[in-house]
């Protein structure tokens, strides 16, 4: 049973460090920072700009690692699992504004009431509370069409939105006008003190802190003061909390901060209050750690395979919203690879001049007029070139290359007997590949990942709401591109259609697990495209799609037997030319390749994920 522990600190940082990068480019950004927030205070956090006030509130939250130090918020460390920090228990309102342009008020809240798992009724309830409270227009306006206040408050709403029992505001007075402004802090001070919710809120507006109940003063990464406003002001004798935080930083600068008498050992002010009863090192939190953490890779692991559904499902309805919003991109989405398979299938029958080459068909041409004749696309090609310049057609490889040895004709083209089934293959990767590559970027770089993350999402989650959207688009996109294939230009398919969807859909599958990683690795969306063309032609003319293996370096044919769509397109080609089912080996290895690569890539992107800790 897990050992359950009061607290009255909600949280407690103790001896924190936390620098960025590494070796010469390492930035030293929190300094031995300590910390102390009594449940049910409000916390001015100030310092100046880059002092590390974002940093220590993220590592608050759960969303960055730090090198050594504690940190415990609301009674354990966050990020432990089970645990809601992240998750419901904290709002969070960032510093940038984090909201889906495209979104509606209300589609916003609702996207967050459905991560934190509210009721429909209960999102109701509190929008229209907080639509009235923040001077929001009405619900049904686009975020893109609200002003930067409007936006801002949004934001705001959206970490007040389930009444969390902290509340991390990173900066919410920015571009808000003095009335509300009041507003604002009104509302806090009663939620802290009627719900006995604690808040810690950075702002750049130093006065306006002094209606917390204690203030904490940053300077370097390191706490120069944690005390009432009342107190210092007093303890300084200055006028204002402006004044003692100049004085503060004056002092700190040559070394002149006071070792405070109840706090030795540590280089700041503290004044103590009858909240700070329980000190960081009186709870053994070390041997409590080693107990814990075997359970805690338990219950990771348990966490990872099993994603929360109704976290799933909002991601999803988030997804298809955005979707929807973007109709016309994705009607387009929807016929692009239809259209490249009619495109295929009808430009090749444009006449090439002059050329006197010998041409080798290894596909099954049937003559006309049988009727529903399967397609083969070199056919159609061949009937279309006017005999008068490629008039030289061979039957055998060898003869029409001894043409060329004798000079009758200047070349052979000899097409493949699988000219045509492997192109739904190709068309499906790539396809796929482009629909996930830019999935995290764009949210990542509006730091709407984060907050979603903040409200408790699991990387795994993130990535099943992606690829059961993009989903969605994919089954259209071949069932549009088969429909043109088979129906419409009769490309050959002797077995069994349930496998080619299967196939295609499988190999679908691995190009957007493959569109993951690459937006899993990549900041900018430039980076994002180039990384997704370029690992499309390699792979393209490595798999034996564009030239066969067998005409390949020893070596490199092993790479390719290695990829993702060799053995598919393979798999593929037997089933639609040769007729197979699975019980032929061409034909499972093929699936298991796919479903084995899909596998590869997605753990792949879920560790990328967890490293980066967007
Ligand atoms: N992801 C990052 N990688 C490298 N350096 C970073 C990163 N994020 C922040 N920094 C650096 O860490 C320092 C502290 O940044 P932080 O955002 O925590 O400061 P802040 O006190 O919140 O500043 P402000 O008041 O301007 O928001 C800055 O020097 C910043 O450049």
Redesign the pocket.
């Known amino acids: 049973m897990e050992e359950e522990i009061g607290y009255d600190q909600a949280v407690e940082v103790a001896h924190l460090n936390k620098s960025?990068?590494s070796g010469k480019n390492k930035?030293k950004?929190l300094d031995n920072m300590q910390m102390r927030v009594a449940t049910g205070a409000i916390y001015g956090l100030l310092?100046?700009?880059?002092?590390?006030?974002?940093?220590?509130l993220r590592c608050i939250i759960g969303r960055l690692s730090w090198e050594s130090g504690t940190i415990v918020t609301l009674g354990k460390k966050p990020g432990t699992i089970g645990h809601p920090v992240p998750g419901s228990s904290v709002g969070y309102m960032p510093?940038e504004l984090a909201l889906f342009q495209d979104f509606t008020i209300s589609e916003t809240l609702s996207y967050f009431g459905r991560l934190h798992k509210m009721t429909s009724k209960r999102v109701k309830e509190r929008m229209t509370f907080l639509l009235d409270f923040l001077h929001l227009p009405d619900k049904g306006r686009l975020i893109r069409q609200l002003s930067g206040g409007q936006q801002r408050r949004t934001s705001f709403a959206i970490a007040l939105l389930q009444e969390p029992q902290l509340l991390i505001l990173?900066?919410p007075t920015v571009g808000v006008d003095p009335l509300l402004r009041q507003r604002i802090w009104e509302h806090l001070l009663d939620i802290a003190h009627s719900s006995n919710i604690t808040i810690i809120i950075?702002t750049?507006y130093v006065e306006e802190a002094r209606q917390a109940h204690m203030v904490g003063l940053?300077r370097n990464g390191r706490l120069l003061a944690e005390c009432s406003p009342e107190e210092l002001i007093e303890k300084h004798n200055l006028p204002t909390l402006e004044d003692v935080f100049l004085e503060l930083c004056e002092r700190d600068q040559i070394g002149d901060i006071e070792q405070n008498e109840g706090c030795a050992g540590i280089s700041t002010q503290v004044c103590y209050h009858d909240w700070f009863v329980i000190s960081i090192n009186q709870i053994n939190f070390k041997s409590r750690e080693a107990r814990e953490l075997r359970q805690q890779q338990a219950k990771r692991l348990k966490k990872f395979f099993f994603p929360s559904a109704s976290n799933v499902l909002a991601l999803f309805i988030k997804n298809l919203t955005i979707l929807r919003r973007q109709i016309g991109f994705l009607l387009f989405e929807f016929m692009l690879p239809a259209m490249q398979i009619v495109m295929f299938c009808l430009c090749i029958g444009r006449d090439p001049f002059n050329l006197n080459v010998a041409v080798v068909n290894n596909e099954t041409c049937h003559p006309p007029p049988v009727p529903l004749i399967p397609f083969a696309a070199s056919c159609a090609f061949l009937q279309h070139i006017d005999s008068h310049y490629i008039n030289d057609f061979q039957h055998r490889y060898n003869e029409a290359r001894e043409s060329v040895e004798s000079g009758d004709n200047w070349g052979v083209i000899s097409i493949g007997s699988n000219f045509t089934q492997d192109l739904m293959i190709r068309i499906t990767f790539f396809m796929a590949t482009g629909l996930t590559a830019m999935s995290f970027v764009l949210e990542r770089k509006q730091g709407l990942l984060d907050r979603s993350f903040v409200a408790g999402v699991t990387n795994m989650e993130v990535m099943i709401g992606h690829i059961s959207t993009q989903f969605l688009v994919m089954l259209v996109q071949v069932s549009l591109l088969l429909v043109f294939a088979i129906a419409v230009f009769h490309v050959v398919a002797e077995g069994s259609l349930v496998l080619v969807v299967l196939l295609t859909l499988f190999q679908g599958l691995v190009g957007m697990a493959l569109g993951l990683l690459i937006s899993t690795i990549c900041i900018e969306e430039t980076s994002a495209i180039q990384c997704a063309l370029g690992s499309v032609y390699p792979n393209m003319l490595l798999s034996g799609i564009i030239w066969p293996l067998e005409s390949m370096p020893m070596n490199l044919r092993y790479v390719s037997y290695c990829l993702p769509m060799t053995y598919a397109a393979e798999a593929m080609r037997c089933i639609l030319a040769r007729g197979w089912g699975l019980t032929y080996m061409p034909v499972w290895r093929g699936f298991l390749m796919s479903i084995g690569w899909g596998w590869i890539l997605m753990a792949l992107s879920a560790i990328a994920l967890a490293i980066r800790k967007f």
């Not at 310092?47 to 220590?56: A, D, F, N």
């Open positions: 960025y990068g930035l950004v310092g100046p700009s880059g002092c590390g006030k974002t940093t220590l510093q990173d900066e950075t750049h940053m």
